[in-house]
């Protein structure tokens, strides 16, 4: 806004007439895009009213959601627009009214608290024409496939978006490639990397082939599932145009295989290739290459056994970048990260139909107390065990239900 006052902007985050449960994981991700296009302002307003300013378009849950959602990925307040006060039509907006009344407190805590915490979990590196976004024009940015959105948002890991950080796991999707320059590769490629077969095929036409251990190809075969190696997991595996993974180097690690069986339903079955390559690469970085991509079938990245896979990946690329993850196997939305004192704050979405009966945790986090965020902005104990690396917190989520918990660990 021009003048000498404070500068501030509303971002068109809105999720109007909505949908799905699952629609919250687009919401953060154009939420995230559009704070970082936005640029350094003073305040960043969500867009989380009601148009037009009725339960039929909006939820008073889901706005509820919508500002929390918008609090959590960089916003500094919201833009309410309860009452449609052109129309004199005596719409009834009290569950609106209710909600924020009973939550001003909640918001202005967790408002609070975000600005200091260093959010933790893999970082879908966003376009760089994100940051010159132009919304006459640029409408591509706005489709984008990555990693949190498609598969680690929906299994409950943490995540985050932003611009290039060498100092966590970045992941990168052929959409991203398209976007960055060769110096922005390399400082991608010489940290921790996630690559999905789609970018690998990218980066290799460019010549970064070297830095992921492995030779993306465009080929066919034929497929049946994936085993990630030592475990139990056997995960499904159609291919839809995904690329062969060849010519290892010396020093790659297979992490996963590609088999086939000799026919349907066989006891047995048939190496093709490696479906997953760690690598440590001439630039210092460790990479992880993967056939799966994720703009591909839904049938190959959802399933406990694909939840067990990307943890194991994101593991051996960063042990300590979840220190908490949701082990719940339906859709749930996970955010955490580490506070000033050392202790976490985190927050849990239920965004499945099925109530979530509790919520279990998992991490290597020894902990101490749970408290739960009031409506009133007050932290409330609430009860937990806690049986090795897994904590179950006694508080159920309906569908779309929310909470913001502090964890403080035992020293």
């Known amino acids: 806004m021009a003048g000498k006052g404070e500068s501030f902007l509303r971002i068109n985050n809105a999720m109007y007439l909505e949908g799905d449960p699952?629609?919250?994981?687009?919401s953060i991700y154009q939420t995230a895009f559009k704070v970082a296009a936005a640029g350094k302002l003073d305040s960043i307003l969500d867009e989380s009213d009601t148009c037009p300013h009725n339960r039929w378009s909006k939820s008073a849950v889901t706005m509820h959601n919508h500002i929390t959602g918008g609090i959590l990925n960089g916003v500094s307040g919201g833009k309410l627009w309860l009452?449609?006060?052109?129309?004199?039509?005596?719409?009834d907006v009290s569950e609106f009214r209710k909600i924020v009344k009973e939550h001003v407190g909640f918001y202005d805590t967790l408002l609070n608290e975000v600005d200091a915490v260093k959010w933790c979990g893999p970082n879908a590196v966003l376009r760089n024409a994100a940051f010159q976004f132009n919304p006459g024009t640029?409408?591509?940015?706005?489709?984008?496939?990555?990693?949190?959105?498609?598969?680690?948002?929906?299994?409950?890991?943490?995540?985050q978006y932003g611009a290039i950080r060498p100092d966590t796991l970045n992941t990168l999707t052929a959409d991203t490639v398209d976007s960055l320059d060769d110096t922005d590769?390399?400082?991608?490629?010489?940290?921790?990397?996630?690559?999905?077969?789609?970018?690998?095929?990218?980066?290799?036409?460019?010549?970064?082939a070297r830095h992921l251990g492995c030779k993306p190809e465009?080929?066919?075969?034929?497929?049946?599932?994936?085993?990630?190696?030592?475990?139990?997991?056997?995960?499904?595996f159609q291919n839809t145009g995904l690329p062969f993974l060849g010519d290892l180097a010396k020093g790659a690690v297979p992490l996963s295989e590609i088999t086939v069986p000799p026919y349907r339903y066989a006891p047995t079955s048939n190496y093709v290739m490696p479906g997953a390559v760690y690598y440590e690469n001439e630039l210092g970085g460790k990479v992880i290459t993967?056939?799966?991509?994720v703009n591909s079938t839904v049938y190959n990245y959802q399933g406990h056994d694909r939840k067990e896979w990307m943890i194991a990946l994101l593991e051996k690329l960063d042990p300590g970048a979840m220190p908490l993850y949701m082990t719940a196997l339906q859709n749930v939305y996970f955010k955490c990260g580490i506070r000033p004192d050392g202790?976490?704050?985190?927050?849990?979405?239920?965004?499945?139909?099925?109530?979530?009966?509790?919520?279990?945790?998992?991490g290597n986090v020894a902990v101490a107390q749970v408290e739960m965020l009031t409506g009133d902005g007050k932290w409330e104990k609430v009860c937990f065990?806690?049986?090795?690396?897994?904590i179950v917190v006694n508080k159920s989520l309906k569908c779309q239900e929310i909470a913001i918990f502090r964890i403080t660990k035992r020293h």
């Open 22 to 26: 699952k629609d919250f994981y687009n």
């Open 83 to 91: 009452s449609d006060l052109r129309n004199k039509s005596d719409y």
């Open 138 to 159: 640029a409408l591509k940015p706005l489709v984008y496939n990555n990693w949190n959105a498609t598969i680690i948002d929906r299994f409950g890991l943490p995540s």
């Open 185 to 208: 590769i390399a400082t991608v490629l010489s940290g921790r990397a996630l690559v999905d077969g789609h970018a690998a095929l990218k980066l290799a036409d460019r010549g970064f």
């Open 218 to 236: 465009r080929k066919p075969f034929k497929t049946g599932g994936e085993h990630l190696l030592g475990s139990k997991w056997h995960c499904r």
């Open 290 to 293: 993967t056939s799966l991509s």
């Open 343 to 362: 202790n976490l704050l985190a927050a849990a979405y239920n965004l499945s139909y099925d109530e979530l009966p509790d919520i279990s945790l998992r």
């Open 385 to 390: 065990e806690q049986n090795g690396r897994d």
